[in-house]
């Protein structure tokens, strides 16, 4: 979710809880955020049923060779040693891990992976099992993090293995990681699902950019944006694949009650672009000017005149107002997405045997309600109902007047989109306030339905 300045910043996804069921092709995205400390979660009445039926220590994924590494683009997307440990992370949770498997992990220290929960059974968690789950692991590894912080030696493997990830540390640092506790939903169904619309999309997004003078890469940023659902709409208002907010949408796109070019993805991507031009050019950098496209481009330039751009720096120990886990990571997940891009073949062997789904119809223009339409005549006829001289024409007039063409050519397209998506969970109040938005290309039928011609 895009952000320009330090006062509309992204608020951190870490305490939220967003659960999206799929359906149809029409269901929302899952979160990638599970189980805040402050959400209220039920245990089980048999907590039995979620214990550990697999706990990966390597995904499959991760054994793919170095050589599988992006290439070619290091001068302009480098990779700090700083954030090796976070890019694995987000490829094996984009690859590796689906969504019946749930990461608990410190929020801070990304590589300390507590353990990984496989739910048995098929197809995405229900609500309760998410939650179930969530509230089991808070509280095993709660309690596990307070008894080997009271100096209690290791009394079974669980403690043993998260004995083994502080070795050296103190005894404090099991108290503040008892606080720092984040669950993670596997994400490679999803991912998937986003490789194969991004073919509706990718190449003619890719030559916007590179007409911009944009790196043709930047457009992996939409898989972390949206996973290229078109329609994808975020809890905070933020909209379409470039998950722009009206407020920051309207400073590149039109969007008025009645219409709302953040669902025009050629439109969209033209507004990302420039937006993204204007961060690189007040940055000067493209790890810089990424990050702001979440956090804000006033947040970064604070944090680069600190650090003195150095982004592995800005990254270890920048602590701005709501720079936390999201757009801390936002860069990272970038760079993963671009990895996964680049060798997909790799990751995703299967997919390049997978049809491409159909681009989604979409619209722009919405039609008014029609107790709308009829407001103004209603309205007119009770400002002046006192005037018993006006009534009689004023109510003739409201009966008898023809409707405007174009009103009742709105009318057959009442309907409003029905996908929700919140990315990157996206969640973020303040950030969203400086969201972009997007238009998507249409072409009106006769029946009044927007397609949009982008396959």
Same mark, same amino acid.
């Given at each position: @979710?895009?952000?320009?300045?330090?006062?509309? %910043?992204?608020?951190?996804?870490?305490?939220?809880?967003?659960?999206?069921?799929?359906?149809?092709?029409?269901?929302?995205?899952?979160? *990638?955020?599970?189980?805040?400390?402050?959400?209220? #979660?039920?245990?089980?009445?048999?907590?039995?049923?979620?214990?550990?039926?697999?706990? &990966?220590?390597?995904?499959?994924?991760?054994? #793919?060779?170095?050589?599988?590494?992006?290439?070619?683009?290091?001068?302009?997307?480098? *990779?700090? &040693? /700083?954030?090796?440990? %976070?890019?694995?992370?987000?490829?094996?949770?984009?690859?590796?891990?689906?969504?019946?498997?749930?990461?608990?992990?410190?929020?801070?220290?990304?590589?300390?992976?507590?353990?990984?929960?496989?739910?048995?059974?098929?197809?995405?968690?229900?609500?309760?099992?998410?939650? /179930?789950?969530?509230?089991?692991?808070?509280?095993?590894?709660?309690?596990?993090?307070?008894?080997?912080?009271?100096?209690?030696? &290791?009394?079974?493997?669980?403690?043993?293995?998260?004995?083994?990830?502080?070795?050296?540390?103190?005894? +404090? /640092?099991?108290?503040?990681?008892?606080? %720092?506790?984040?669950?993670?939903?596997?994400?490679?169904?999803?991912?998937?699902?986003?490789?194969?619309?991004?073919? %509706?999309?990718?190449?003619?997004?890719?030559?916007?950019?590179?007409?911009?003078?944009?790196?043709?890469?930047?457009? +992996?940023?939409? !898989?972390?944006?949206?996973?290229?659902?078109?329609?994808?709409?975020?809890?905070?208002?933020?909209?379409? #694949?470039?998950?722009?907010?009206?407020?920051?949408?309207?400073?590149?796109?039109? $969007?008025?009650?009645?219409?709302?070019?953040?669902?025009?993805?050629?439109?969209?991507?033209?507004?990302?672009?420039?937006?993204?031009?204007? !961060?690189?050019?007040?940055?000067?950098?493209?790890?810089?000017?990424?990050?702001?496209?979440?956090?804000?481009?006033?947040?970064?330039?604070?944090?680069?005149?600190?650090?003195? +751009?150095?982004?592995?720096?800005?990254?270890?120990?920048?602590?701005?107002?709501?720079?936390?886990?999201?757009?801390? !990571?936002?860069?990272?997940?970038?760079?993963?997405?671009?990895? $996964?891009?680049?060798?997909?073949?790799?990751?995703?062997?299967?997919?390049?045997?997978? @049809?491409?789904?159909?681009?989604?119809?979409?619209?722009?223009?919405?039609?008014? &309600?029609?107790?709308?339409?009829?407001?103004?005549?209603?309205?007119? $006829?009770?400002?002046?109902?006192?005037?018993? $001289?006006?009534?009689?024409?004023?109510?003739?007039?409201?009966?008898?007047?023809?409707?405007?063409?174009?009103?009742?050519?709105?009318?057959?397209?009442?309907?409003?989109? +029905?996908?929700?998506?919140?990315?990157?969970?996206?969640?973020?109040?303040?950030?969203?306030?400086?969201?972009?938005?997007?238009?998507?290309?249409?072409?009106?039928?006769?029946?009044?339905?927007?397609? @949009?011609?982008?396959?």
């Amino acid at each position: @979710m895009p952000g320009k300045t330090a006062d509309f %910043n992204r608020i951190v996804r870490v305490g939220l809880l967003s659960v999206f069921a799929f359906g149809a092709g029409l269901a929302a995205l899952p979160s *990638r955020v599970l189980a805040g400390a402050d959400t209220i #979660i039920r245990f089980p009445k048999d907590a039995e049923q979620l214990q550990p039926v697999t706990t &990966p220590s390597v995904p499959a994924a991760s054994l #793919i060779s170095a050589a599988s590494t992006p290439t070619g683009t290091s001068a302009e997307f480098p *990779r700090p &040693p /700083a954030l090796e440990p %976070n890019i694995k992370f987000w490829v094996d949770v984009f690859t590796a891990y689906g969504e019946r498997d749930f990461l608990i992990h410190d929020k801070d220290q990304i590589w300390k992976i507590y353990e990984v929960q496989h739910l048995p059974g098929f197809g995405a968690p229900s609500r309760e099992e998410v939650e /179930a789950t969530g509230e089991y692991l808070r509280a095993k590894y709660t309690d596990i993090l307070g008894r080997l912080g009271a100096g209690l030696q &290791p009394s079974d493997p669980d403690e043993q293995r998260v004995a083994a990830l502080f070795k050296g540390e103190p005894l +404090s /640092a099991y108290t503040l990681a008892a606080s %720092n506790l984040r669950i993670q939903e596997g994400l490679r169904e999803q991912y998937e699902e986003g490789l194969l619309r991004s073919r %509706n999309y990718r190449a003619e997004m890719e030559r916007i950019f590179v007409d911009e003078g944009l790196p043709p890469e930047l457009v +992996s940023l939409a !898989n972390i944006e949206s996973d290229f659902y078109s329609t994808a709409r975020s809890s905070a208002g933020a909209v379409g #694949i470039w998950q722009f907010t009206r407020d920051t949408g309207k400073e590149y796109l039109r $969007i008025t009650r009645y219409h709302d070019d953040r669902f025009d993805p050629i439109a969209e991507t033209r507004a990302a672009a420039e937006l993204l031009r204007y !961060n690189y050019d007040s940055l000067g950098s493209w790890p810089l000017a990424i990050t702001a496209y979440n956090y804000g481009t006033g947040g970064m330039a604070e944090a680069a005149q600190l650090y003195g +751009s150095d982004f592995g720096r800005i990254f270890r120990s920048y602590d701005g107002p709501h720079f936390g886990f999201a757009s801390r !990571n936002y860069y990272a997940e970038f760079l993963a997405a671009l990895q $996964i891009q680049q060798n997909e073949d790799a990751y995703f062997p299967d997919l390049k045997y997978e @049809m491409t789904p159909a681009p989604q119809i979409v619209r722009t223009d919405f039609a008014p &309600p029609r107790s709308v339409r009829h407001h103004g005549s209603l309205h007119r $006829i009770a400002h002046h109902g006192r005037h018993i $001289i006006h009534r009689r024409h004023l109510i003739a007039s409201a009966d008898l007047a023809p409707r405007p063409p174009h009103l009742e050519l709105v009318v057959a397209t009442r309907r409003r989109p +029905s996908i929700h998506h919140l990315h990157h969970v996206h969640t973020q109040t303040a950030h969203a306030m400086h969201h972009h938005s997007h238009r998507h290309a249409i072409v009106a039928d006769d029946a009044g339905e927007a397609v @949009m011609p982008l396959a």
